[in-house]
């Protein structure tokens, strides 16, 4: 088990250090300057939007509303990542450096919120909205949700206990650090609430590649595989040792990040006219609604009919 773990250690350290992360970097940037800062420009937009009510279908039938997708899409992020996770990167800083701990973050991060990783939209692509910008916003929120707000108590709940890095890391450390605060029962509390998120991730995370796969093909074989290759790995990860599921986890984190980055770095040019017709709109004072006929040159496109529901305008502030 220690070799195979060495192994995957080395694999990881290549992957994330040498072509994963330069590139996250890279992409992150050339988004930021593009975009001119939209994930914290429009801030008070993605509230605003996240509370916008979706009216029922004309046959009376509920539809998925903004806020509803992304509670969904939260319930498959939040999980061990973001409770257990967080207290990975203390032992890091202590014993590697700074460098290690950053390196170690982004890994945790993109556990976390799943940023980049191409899983998210999954549950967004349900809601019903007039514009696909709006709900993109939504999902940004995403990232601040789960990292900048769970990650961060769980690192705080660890640093006020003053903990033995040395010592215990991960779901140890952080239900050390409960239990040191808030008595015993705060111990077992965690676990229970671990073992929700956990299976809320994992159930999550199911559906999301079973609905993949028939859309892909209608082959019978293949999802009973699936399913079997799901039941598999939960009976393998809950078998093997922390530090071999982590460093798996890495591993196959880093390759969905690399196909997802390969699809949306392309894919980015056609996101900034989406982003510029929504801010045009705003700017005009009219709540943004997209058919297809705006953009007549794109071509597969399978949604947005140009018959679409009336949306009421909307005051909008001047510049956005």
């Known amino acids: 088990m220690d070799t195979l773990d060495s192994v995957i250690v ?22 930021t300057v593009r975009s001119r800062g939209v994930q914290l420009r429009l801030l008070p937009e993605m509230f605003r939007v996240v509370k916008e009510k979706t009216p ?19 319930a498959a992020r939040v999980g061990t990542g973001n409770i257990v996770g967080g207290a990975f990167g203390f032992r890091e800083l202590a014993a590697g450096g700074i ?32 514009h696909p910008v709006k709900q993109g916003l939504v999902q940004s929120l995403g ?25 215990r ?12 605060t808030l008595g015993g029962w705060a111990g077992h509390f965690l676990t229970v609430v671990v073992f929700m998120l956990a299976f809320s991730s994992m159930i999550g995370n199911y559906h999301y590649g ?11 074989w293949v999802l009973p595989g699936y399913r079997v290759l799901v039941l598999s790995a939960v009976v393998l990860g809950s078998l093997g040792s922390v530090s071999v599921v982590w460093n798996l986890a890495d591993v196959f984190m880093g390759l969905m990040a690399l196909i997802n980055l390969a699809a949306i770095i392309p894919l980015s040019a056609i996101a900034f006219r989406l982003l510029d017709d929504y801010l045009a709109q705003r700017r005009a004072g009219l709540e943004p609604v997209f058919t297809r006929d705006r953009m007549p040159d794109l071509r597969g496109v399978q949604c947005w009919d140009p018959v679409r529901l009336t949306v009421p305008s909307a005051q909008a502030p001047e510049r956005v």
């Open 56 to 74: 029922p279908r004309a046959d009376g039938r509920k539809q998925v509303s903004s806020f509803g997708a992304f509670t969904i899409s939260a």
């Open 10 to 31: 080395n694999i990881n350290d290549h992957l994330w250090t040498y072509l994963l992360i330069p590139l996250v970097v890279g992409a992150g940037l050339h988004f």
């Open 99 to 130: 460098g290690a701990a950053i390196q170690q973050g982004i890994r945790r991060g993109m556990f976390s919120n799943e940023a980049g990783l191409g899983s998210a939209p999954n549950a967004g692509a349900a809601a019903e909205v007039s």
């Open 169 to 180: 890391q991960g779901a140890d450390l952080t239900q050390t650090a409960l239990s040191d």
């Open 143 to 167: 990232v601040f949700f789960d990292t900048l707000l769970v990650c961060t108590m769980t690192a705080f709940i660890v640093l006020v206990t003053n903990p033995e890095l040395s010592g």
């Open 210 to 220: 079973e609905t993949n796969i028939q859309f892909i093909t209608r082959k019978r």
